[in-house]
């Protein structure tokens, strides 16, 4: 074991802090500094920038358009983005789709979806989540019923993020009612434009709205839309599900939250003195890094053991319960940091249209952060679900 | 000991009770909070008729109540409803400032606060002042017919909507000495002091407050100059009594949901509730419910008592709700899942209220040390 880095990764770290130095938009950096949201526009010009650089989909192999990088590369990469304040790419096609399509879907579709994706040509979301079928993902009741070349799609997706943008959706349907739940899902791609289509706003908790529902009334979907096999839509739908969970251990994320509440830290006042240098607020600070920098190395030793494409087993639920409750301690950490300060408003703050709270508090997001990322411990299969996982993994049966 | 409630009491609880839960429902509240505003003048009328913020000011100082527990009871209730109107403010930190050491002509100003028409502030806080009381920057200049002040007063809670301003501003010394800080009684209006506001996230609005050479008479002030830490302590202990019972009453709330949702909220064919890894956290949560219970009777019971021993219950009470909040908040809405998250439902409000209720008077951190403090010896 030698967990220095070899020389070739040194000069692939020298490579990429190259590219971002220069192809990363320096308002995109600021506003992911700031915390603010880039736009649809800004997402889609970083998501062409890294694809022309060939550097957009670590996790696809070579034959598809993928980097094909080993683990210690992916980590690099990772680690320079969220230290250069790189956007988020956002994840469902490339992430959760592509990988799905790449096992299971036909030839055509392949040679169709595949390339769209990396060019940015559709935006996908995911309709998986209903009214009912939050956990317990399988009693979903959105019904397909199969007319000669089509499937008539009737019922309700919600908690679909960034539905607003997309045009395209991934959707569970029901194809048969009369066997065990399990067996009469299958996998669906829908155009949103489709008439028939309605998509709804849900204003969260932090006054945004990245999440929607989303309305299927009497939706015509061209049957050659069915990935892989009718009815067997769940074996692909758990695929995708631990290909979301790896990225939401969000190692990343947690590095660029932790050099922030360090910042605010280091700015805002306490007795006199900058708050880092009060040894309370020092000790959760170092005992949420010192949990973070072992977390790294979890992740880094799991996705090194998944050969490349691949997705991980029971440990992408690890990573994701220890991710979300890192993430989570770090955002409650830079609301604390930030005193009176955390109180105002964030969408104010964040649009800048109060100068009144001053820069090194700059705080305004941070207690919105906090509550917006209360979501991490319950969505991609809440925590509560990933330890039942865990556990039936490791002890057999055990619920 | 006796743990019941006095009669007038409970009956102030019972009808502030029956009127938020007729009043003030979610609807009615995100309308307010969504207003301009963040306020209800209409609410805070009805409920200056009610009595309630007379319940926040002693008799000989006009009201009928002003002890801890008055504040607890009334507060409690407030925090239950999720009311945003500010009485904290209002009520019991500036009025209360101004019953505390106002003379008679400033005494005058509590019977309109107590009919619920005069709105007022308290500016104390500053951008480098944390939650240490007396590390004001403001400067007071006195040249005999005026007082100048000078300062930036950060996150001032109800300054728009407020006619007066108590500001703390220093005469002598500097930030962090306990000697030499004075009060004003500022109207708004006053030349050189500017209000630039905002929406707060838990609902309501603050604003930072700038003050350029304001000039205000000597009678302007407060007591005696450079006299006025003691009394600004004891104040925000009491503020810090309301607070805890608010943050207490939004906990009940909080839990109510969440046991309701746990009965109802079906997964895998059973109400969730049914799961043990949930059960058992409900339990949890319905514990320290009871010890924020506690903490609070203790610091209301205490609020009369000499420093020492008010301000250790005040500090241990600010920490353990400030812990107990942040559980019951977070865990409330992970009960839930993800209908916790949505703006429309009641428990997104009460939870932000609960947990952004740390950010006054001090987080759990600072009362932790300074609890330290006040039991080392
Ligand atoms: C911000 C946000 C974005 C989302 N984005 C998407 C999206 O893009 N696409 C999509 O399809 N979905 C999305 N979701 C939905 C998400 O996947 C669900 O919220 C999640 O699966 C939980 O379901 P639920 O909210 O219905 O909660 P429930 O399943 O009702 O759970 C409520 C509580 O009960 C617990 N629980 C339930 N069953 C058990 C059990 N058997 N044992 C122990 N505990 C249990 C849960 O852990 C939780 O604490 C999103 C959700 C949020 C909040
Ligand atoms: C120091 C000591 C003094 C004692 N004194 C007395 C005494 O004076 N008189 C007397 O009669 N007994 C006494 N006991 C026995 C005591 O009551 C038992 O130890 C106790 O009831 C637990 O039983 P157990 O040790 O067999 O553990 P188990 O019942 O086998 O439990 C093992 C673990 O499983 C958990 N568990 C079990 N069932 C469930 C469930 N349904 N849901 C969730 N978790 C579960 C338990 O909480 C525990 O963590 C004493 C025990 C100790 C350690």
Redesign the interface.
Known sequence: MDLSYSQEEIAFREEVQGFLKEKLPKNLSDKVRKGQEPTKQEQEGWHAILNAQGWLAPNWPIEYGGVQWNAVQRHIFEDELAAHYAPRVVPFGLSMLGPVLQKFANQEQKDYWLPRILAGDDWWCQGYSEPGAGSDLASLKTSAVKDSDHYIVNGQKTWTTLGQHANMIFCLVRTDKDVKQQEGISFLLIDMETPGIEVRPIVLLDGGAEVNEVWFTDVKVPVTNLVGEENKGWTYAKYLLTHERTSIAGVGFSQAGLRAVKRIARAELAGGKPLMKNPHFAARVAQVEIDLVAMSMTNLRIISKAAAGQAPGVESSMLKVKGSIIRQEINDLARRAAGAYAMPFASEAIEGANDALPDPHAAGPVAAQYFNNRKLSIFGGSNEIQRSIIAKTKMGGGK | MNFELTQERQMLQDTLRRFLSDRYDTATRNKILESETGLSTTIWTELAELGIIGALFSEEQGGFGGKGFDLAVVFEELGRAGVVEPFLDTGVLAGGLIADLGNEAQNAHIEEIIAGSLHLAFAH?E??????LT?VQTSAIDSGDTIALSGRK??VINAEAADMLVVSARESGE??DVGGISLFVVPTITKGLTV?G?????GGR???VTLDDVRVPASARLGEPGQASSAIEARVAAASVAQCAETLGAMETACALTMDYLGTR????RPIGT?Q??AHRMSDLLIEMEQARSAVILAAGHLEDERADRERHISLAKNLLGRAG?LVA?ES??LH??I?????YEL??I??RI??A???FG????H??RFIDLTSD
Not at chain 2, 127 to 132: A, K, V
Not at chain 2, 198 to 202: C, H
Not at chain 2, 340 to 344: D, G, K, S, Y
Not at chain 2, 363 to 366: C, F, R
């Open positions: 806080g951008p480098s002042s944390r939650y240490d590390r950060a996150v930030a962090g630039q905002y929406a707060l996230l838990a603050a604003a930072e079906k997964q895998f064919g799961f890894a949930l942040r977070e809405i992970q899942g993800g916790a998250m949505t703006q429309e997104a409000h939870a932000k947990v952004m740390d950010h006054r987080d759990v951190d600072h932790l040390e």
